[in-house]
């Protein structure tokens, strides 16, 4: 609109200059004329120059008063601005997309239609050892050389995920694939550890049958009992007979019962949290677990106790009462005859404190102390279920244990004895006073 007013200004102005030429005969009008044009040809140039100096960078805002020139400067400085903002939304957007993919619990790869790698996340490199300075535009095959994979890729059929197993820094470790076409050029891989899952899954399995093992054996003498009492004529048995059976399905009958009491207290441990607590002298629980272990014994064992009577610590009194009384009556079961077992609980000198039970039995094998926490697992089977051991006490220790912020510690040699070992650490422990004998 601009440049057609000034176009009709002109044409004016050059109409006057004509008629006053023609019909007025004023020469001297050309003058004025020829100056008009001239100054407009002197601010045309004037604002095309600011134009081509504003073109250079068009992303800034153009000069005032260019004219003519503003007609086509204004839509393209719009456009321009419409396109950065375009332009940083769209990186702000693949920003967020590849923060979210770094951020991925699976390595995430994308690669083109001939599976050479585009991309890849930092657990690609933890993972599958891709290098994405290295190896972006190689064949993925060259990398994941698993024979099982490149026929998992190439089949097509990736409905299922594949399942590999490999070895990683000496470690067998399992790796989960899983590929899918992300768009018309390219794919998108993802793998994942399971190593912990899988194992999860086999202590899963592992549990259940080692619940059905134990709770079989009772069942069976229970129901072997109940079959023969039945079938038998009531004169067939005497009274003595009667309680003998009697006694024995009881004892099956308590076994399963405190299978399932161990089993639910274990239970409870793994499904929630420790709330509240309160300030124990674990002298009095000690002198209750003792008096437990002693009975146990039935004075077969020498017993020595050290003890700081006045040490407290932090914690929930009924669950160190069960620890204890794990850690003690296994060492009466587990030590022969005539066999001392020390008990201690002393503050040492580096702050923490330490309840212990050592033993001067038969020992425990280095390759069995890993796994003497796992559930159900005993390193003499027929000696723990005669002392009626159910196979979950030190399970429900070690989460005791860890649920109190401290540490089970467990020091073994063959033919020389054990020691188990609950260690507090300093922020649970109240106070001490001088060690006095129980």
Not at 139 to 164: D, T
Not at 208 to 237: D, K, M, Q
Not at 258 to 280: H, M
Request: net charge neutral; hydrophobic share 40%.
């Amino acid at each position: 609109m601009r440049f057609k007013s000034r176009l009709i200004l002109f044409i004016l102005i050059t109409i006057v200059c004509i008629v006053c030429q023609v019909h007025l005969g004023i020469s001297w009008a050309v003058y004025p004329y020829a100056t008009c044009i001239l100054g407009f040809i002197l601010l045309d140039r004037k604002r095309f120059n600011q134009t081509i100096r504003w073109s250079h960078t068009p992303t800034e805002p153009p000069p005032p008063s260019l004219g003519i020139y503003e007609d086509i400067v204004h839509p393209i400085y719009r456009h321009f601005r419409q396109q950065t903002r375009y332009i940083e939304n769209l990186e702000n957007t693949s920003s967020t997309i590849l923060s979210a993919a770094q951020a991925l619990p699976s390595a995430a790869i994308t690669l083109t239609p001939e599976f050479h790698i585009e991309w890849a996340n930092k657990l690609a490199v933890k993972i599958l050892g891709i290098d994405v300075s290295r190896d972006i535009g190689f064949n993925l095959f060259n990398i994941v050389r698993f024979p099982e994979f490149y026929q998992y890729a190439q089949s097509g059929r990736w409905n299922e995920p594949l399942i590999l197993e490999s070895t990683q820094d000496n470690k067998n470790i399992i790796l989960r694939f899983e590929l899918t076409r992300h768009s018309t050029r390219g794919f998108l891989l993802l793998c994942q550890d399971i190593t912990h899952l899988e194992k999860l899954r086999t202590a899963q399995q592992d549990f259940v049958a080692n619940v059905s093992h134990e709770l079989r054996t009772p069942l069976t003498v229970l129901i072997g009992f109940l079959e023969t009492i039945n079938e038998l004529p009531p004169e067939a048995l005497n009274q003595e007979q009667l309680d003998q059976y009697g006694a024995l399905m009881r004892e099956q009958a308590h076994r399963m019962q405190a299978i399932v009491s161990d089993l639910l207290t274990l239970s409870t441990l793994e499904s929630s949290q420790l709330s509240g607590g309160e300030p124990i002298v674990l002298n009095s629980l000690i002198k209750v677990a003792a008096r437990q272990a002693e009975t146990l014994s039935n004075e077969q064992h020498h017993f020595n106790y050290d003890i700081d009577t006045q040490l407290k610590v932090f914690g929930n009194q009924t669950e160190l009462l069960s620890a204890i009384t794990n850690l003690i009556t296994n060492a009466v079961r587990y030590t022969p005859a005539g066999e001392t077992i020390n008990v201690r609980w002393k503050l040492n000198p580096n702050g923490n404190a330490v309840f212990s039970v050592q033993d001067t039995g038969l020992g425990i094998a280095p390759q069995d102390i890993p796994r003497l926490t796992e559930r159900f697992y005993r390193v003499d089977k027929s000696r723990s279920r005669a002392s009626g051991g159910t196979g979950l006490g030190l399970a429900i220790t070690k989460h005791i244990v860890h649920r109190h912020n401290a540490q089970l510690k467990i020091e073994s040699a063959l033919h020389k004895g054990s020691t188990f070992s609950i260690i507090f650490p300093k922020d649970v422990i109240i106070s001490s006073a001088y060690p006095t004998k129980l």
